[in-house]
């Protein structure tokens, strides 16, 4: 900046007014650093906070710290507190929320830490006690106190709130309307509730995605995802199956999709998914070979979206379950045994070969193994005289019957045929699981000469 002399008069008068305007310019200032005015001194750190966080406030010029907190409006500070992503979260059903409030109920939902009053209600205008917020954030952060070291005589030891506000009081995070209240049942003002998540966010992380430590197929309809952590729940619909089928020739795979509440239903039990199908064989058998898993980041509604940014891909679980997991931090156990799947024959012939599951090896006898196998229908009832195996497959045997299967084509599809398992002679796959006694019933016609 260029500087400028002035006169001594002109310098004395020049001074006066500087010292006249600039009190009333460092007023605009800080007004327009702080323009909410009805903040007090012990609320100012909590309320700026959640305000830089994109809370709304009450007015330009007020956060309305004295004013009761609706549910809406404990959607709306607590989605910025935890800075929930206000983007891309699935629709819901709730007809009583409007286009403001919107984002942060979505949010909240999506994250599973607020729900509906009803299916179709939020319940958007009601007013929220200090004892029900206190359980939404206690949940919120996984935290609970002794309810016997409470101080507070609203509580109790043993009320649907009583962990909860142990927790906020033996952290400091409340004192309370009074010494000896807590307020359980008085409506939380907004100040407050900044209060509460600032010094919560100060003190807790909320809870991190889980990770996948481990994958069981426990058979052929049902498998396990271990997790690090405890799981309350997880959202079927945000998870899809992709299974692999070869084709006739076995020159080429074709992909199918299993979703949620249609093709499999998922449970919790403490840190493990359990996902059963609803068919009889699916994993193994529908797909003949691997299958993808994938959780999309909305499957766990007790977190919030940002922390689930990625979704879980399991590839090839079939695959996994066979690799050597000494190299990987991921446990994978396969006790799924291998199923029968599907025969193929000329009806004028006594050779069947027939497909299992999974890759298979043979243990003991092979004039055993063979003898297990039973075949009937009007043409053949009979036991197989010996087994081999089929070139260049690791799943298929060549099982031979002595005599020609069926004598026409019509009699293949009504043969049967029966794996019964001996102790001197078994089918197992690679993770040592001996294959099920099982029936077979039609055989598919091949021309293969």
Not at 271 to 299: C, H, L, N, S
């Amino acid at each position: 900046m260029t500087k400028r002399l002035l006169a001594p008069a002109l310098l004395f008068a020049s001074t006066i007014a500087v010292t006249t305007i600039l009190p009333a310019e460092v007023t605009v200032a800080k007004e327009k650093e702080n323009p909410l005015h009805d903040v007090p001194a012990h609320q100012k750190k909590a309320v700026q906070w959640l305000v830089d966080r994109g809370a709304p406030t009450w007015t330009k010029t007020q956060f309305g710290v004295n004013e009761p907190v609706t549910r809406k409006d404990a959607a709306a500070l607590i989605a910025s507190g935890l800075n929930l992503s206000l983007k891309n979260n699935p629709p819901h059903e709730f007809i009583d929320v409007d286009s403001r409030d919107d984002k942060y109920v979505r949010a909240l939902k999506a994250s599973g830490y607020m729900h509906g009053i009803t299916d179709t209600r939020f319940g958007s205008d009601r007013l929220m006690t200090r004892g029900e917020l206190a359980l939404i954030i206690s949940r919120m952060y996984d935290i609970e106190g002794d309810p016997n070291r409470v101080t507070f005589t609203d509580v109790g030891t043993n009320t649907r709130y009583s962990k909860a506000v142990a927790a906020l009081q033996q952290y400091n995070i409340t004192n309370g309307i009074s010494r000896t209240q807590f307020g359980t049942n008085t409506t939380m003002k907004r100040g407050d509730l900044a209060v509460f998540l600032y010094r919560l966010d100060r003190m807790f992380k909320p809870r991190q995605a889980p990770k996948l430590t481990g994958v069981t197929l426990v058979s052929d309809k049902e498998f396990h995802l271990h997790f690090d952590q405890l799981i309350e729940r997880i959202s079927e619909r945000e998870m899809k199956i992709n299974g692999y089928r070869m084709n006739e020739r076995r020159s080429s795979y074709t992909e199918s999709t299993l979703s949620g509440n249609r093709h499999f239903r998922t449970s919790v039990k403490g840190k493990t998914v359990i996902v059963k199908a609803e068919d009889e064989y699916v994993f193994k058998t529908g797909f003949d070979r691997e299958f993808d898993i994938r959780i999309e980041e909305y499957a766990f509604p007790s977190l919030s979206t940002e922390m689930w940014n990625d979704e879980l891909r399991v590839e090839n679980i079939d695959l996994v379950l066979r690799e050597d997991v000494s190299k990987t931090t991921l446990r994978a156990t396969d006790l799924a045994a291998p199923i029968l799947l599907h025969g193929e024959a000329e009806f004028d012939d006594s050779f069947v070969d027939v497909t299992f599951s999974e890759p298979i090896e043979l243990v003991g006898r092979f004039s055993t193994i063979a003898d297990s196998f039973t075949i009937w229908n009007s043409s053949n009832n009979g036991r197989a005289t010996s087994v081999e195996r089929v070139e260049d497959t690791h799943d298929q045997l060549t099982l031979d019957f002595g005599d020609p299967i069926a004598t026409n084509e019509l009699n293949m599809n009504r043969i049967r045929m029966q794996y019964n398992a001996q102790s001197d002679g078994y089918i197992r796959d690679l993770a040592g699981n001996r294959a099920t006694n099982n029936i077979l019933i039609g055989i598919e016609k091949v021309r293969r000469r």
